[in-house]
């Protein structure tokens, strides 16, 4: 089993839709959790982070999550062509070491067709 | 404020050259970590540094070599390029573990 897992995709959405973009992880005790967004060719983002059960919302974007089910979401209401691009999910793994660190899925590749 | 810079943005190396790669930060985080990126793959992290003279491995480290001498800059050396080495390297850099990574623009390296 990953330790981060994303559907690769594409998802694909019209305009004006709710993309749903969705990640599980395997460490019980991650904290921290993040949604990265990267244009093809670019550098990651960060778009949204939730630390607490629940949802978070901020514009357009809601991050959902679900410690007992080990469950993370991204929400994208009011789809854009410009949110076309590879959502990568990073979630906070304690390590050995000098702290946590990041592990970052494969990323899921979204598509908004206008 | 330039935030995470990194040079070069390309390079060709041939099997068995060496080269540096250069990550450089402005905003004075302890935290900074070097990343590789396949190929429809998440991000792989190399090696990290919590602060000048303290680095450590990642999760991908063979071939690879680190140095952190100064809070500003932490460079990546690879020995003995190889193939397998082919890939975009991306420098990041952040206030804590917790918090979130800026990100450089990242190097494409190819090694034929």
């Known amino acids: 089993q990953k330790e981060v897992e994303q559907n690769s995709g594409p998802l694909s959405v019209p305009e004006g839709a709710i993309a749903s973009l969705n990640c599980t992880y395997s460490?019980?005790?991650?904290?921290?959790f993040f949604w990265y967004r990267q244009y093809s060719g670019k550098s990651p983002e960060l778009i949204m982070f939730i630390y607490s059960n629940g949802d978070k919302e901020d514009g357009r974007f809601t991050a959902q999550l679900n410690k007992a089910s080990q469950y993370v979401s991204l929400l994208i209401r009011d789809s854009q062509p410009s949110d076309s691009a590879t959502y990568l999910c990073a979630v906070n793994r304690r390590d050995s070491g000098y702290g946590n660190k990041l592990v970052f899925g494969a990323g899921t590749i979204l598509r908004v067709k206008s | 404020n330039a935030g995470v810079t990194q040079t070069p943005k390309f390079r060709i190396l041939k099997i068995g050259q060496s080269m540096t790669l250069q990550c450089a930060q402005d905003m004075n985080h302890n935290y900074m970590y070097w990343y590789r990126q396949d190929p429809g793959m998440g991000l792989k992290l190399i090696y990290y540094?919590?602060?000048?003279?303290?680095?450590d491995k990642g999760e991908v480290p063979n071939g690879y070599n680190v140095s952190r001498s100064t809070t500003e800059d932490f460079p990546l050396r690879l020995e003995l390029a190889a193939p397998s080495q082919t890939s975009v390297y991306f420098c990041?850099?952040?206030?804590?573990?917790?918090?979130?990574?800026?990100f450089g623009p990242g190097t494409r390296l190819t090694v034929l």
């Open positions: 990041a850099s952040s206030y804590s573990p917790d918090n979130e990574q800026f």
């Open positions: 460490d019980r005790g991650s904290q921290s």
């Open positions: 540094s919590v602060g000048a003279g303290i680095t």
